[in-house]
């Protein structure tokens, strides 16, 4: 049972941490993998309505700040979905680096691109 005024308590099962919730007056138990299926779901259902189409690849930033004195961590996961299946298909990390940093860099690349783009159109 959920503890006054939380939204989901955790338990074990299998060794594995399980989180638990009340929904609809039924109690829902679901891995962190599950949790994260349904919110990038969620994600791809609300894009496709936005633009009317299906949306095939994505590039997701989730922003984070730290103090000075903490730093920040930036991590990368490759996934592919199918079906509704997401399946991880490589990630990495980096412990010096932040969202803002792959923001930049990302701008930076795709600024690039365009101006390379634009040079050899008008070469043609």
Sequence with gaps: MNPTNTVFAMAIQSDKPMIVVQYKGEEKQFVT?????????????????YFGTTVKNVVITVPAYF???????????????????????????NTH???????????????????????KMSRV
Excluded at 98 to 119: A, W
């Design 33 to 49: 993998e599950e949790i994260s299926s349904l919110v990038l779901t969620k994600m791809k259902e609300i894009a496709e309505a």
């Design 97 to 119: 680096l932040d969202g803002e940093d792959l923001d930049n860099r990302m701008m930076n690349h795709f600024v690039q691109e365009k101006i390379y783009e634009r040079r």
């Design 67 to 93: 103090n000075g004195s903490r730093g920040g961590t930036f991590d990368v996961s490759l996934l592919t979905t199918e079906e509704g299946i997401f399946e991880v298909k490589a990630t990495a990390g």
